[in-house]
């Protein structure tokens, strides 16, 4: 007679994630999502939101080709904008890509 697996609860493997040391992510990182709109600005914000954070390097979807080279020109100034609104060095480099149709 085979042995079915047991099964693991969500609340163990959340707990057992939380537990390590090692995270795939920091969750301080959320926090970009919530000041992005007043450190990009409302007219940057409708064109360029985040996509994801990691290592250090901030990836946002842009609207257009126009956008995506005004931002580039930007990228500087806006990460130290984030990071000060942080409090911390969060983001060491703004990657910009055109958003997929």
Same mark, same amino acid.
């Given at each position: 007679m085979e042995k079915k697996p047991t099964l693991t609860?969500? /609340?163990?493997?959340?707990?057992?994630l939380?537990?390590?040391?090692?995270? %795939?992510?920091? %969750? @301080?990182?959320s926090m970009i999502w919530r000041v992005w709109d007043e450190v990009a600005g409302e007219t940057i914000a409708r064109n360029a939101?985040?996509?994801? #954070? /990691?290592?250090? $390097?901030? $990836? #946002? /979807? #842009?609207?257009? %080709?126009i956008w995506l080279q005004e931002l580039s020109f *930007?990228? @500087?100034? *806006?990460?130290?904008?984030?990071?000060?609104?942080?409090?911390? /060095?969060a983001v060491e480099k703004i990657e910009f890509r055109l958003r997929s149709r």
């Open positions: 609860s969500l /609340k163990d493997i959340i707990a057992d939380l537990a390590g040391t090692d995270l %795939p992510f920091n %969750p @301080e990182d939101q985040p996509l994801w #954070v /990691k290592n250090g $390097r901030l $990836r #946002v /979807k #842009v609207s257009d %080709p *930007m990228e @500087e100034n *806006m990460r130290n904008k984030l990071n000060e609104r942080l409090g911390r /060095k």
